[in-house]
């Protein structure tokens, strides 16, 4: 499966923002996806993430600003973004795989495709 990620940009702290992940295949709902983002310097970090079944889960600091849901009609994952901080700003990047178990969820190896990753820049 190919991954595209897309809606990131400049917001001022507070905005909004919804990110995308369009897969390209019928298979997209047998996978479980994952958002990771990567700031200058520092480790990639796990957002959020949605199983095969839509079961979600996210990181601490994000958990009641962000939603990830997914569209099977339309081979989509998305990420929204709400209520926005400048410790959000990072290349945010979308991951799938097919087998993942849910322990490995949060990991990165766990995922055997990624997109490129979308800039988000958040403004103080």
């Known amino acids: 499966v190919q991954l595209q990620a897309s809606g990131g940009g400049l917001v001022q702290a507070g905005g909004s923002l919804r990110l995308s992940c369009a897969a390209s295949?019928?298979?997209?709902?047998?996978?479980?996806v994952g958002w990771f983002r990567q700031a200058p310097g520092k480790e990639r970090e796990f957002v959020a993430a949605?199983?095969?079944?839509?079961?979600?889960y996210y990181i601490d600091s994000v958990k009641g600003r962000f939603t990830i849901s997914r569209d099977n009609a339309k081979n989509t994952v998305y990420l929204q973004m709400n209520s926005l901080k400048p410790e959000d700003t990072a290349v945010y990047y979308c991951?799938?795989?097919?087998?993942?178990?849910?322990?490995?969820?949060?990991?990165?190896?766990?995922?055997?495709?990624w997109g490129q990753g979308t800039l988000v820049t958040v403004s103080s």
């Open positions: 949605i199983s095969r079944l839509g079961a979600t």
């Open positions: 991951a799938a795989d097919r087998s993942i178990i849910t322990s490995q969820l949060t990991r990165p190896y766990g995922y055997d495709y």
């Open positions: 295949g019928r298979a997209y709902r047998s996978y479980a």
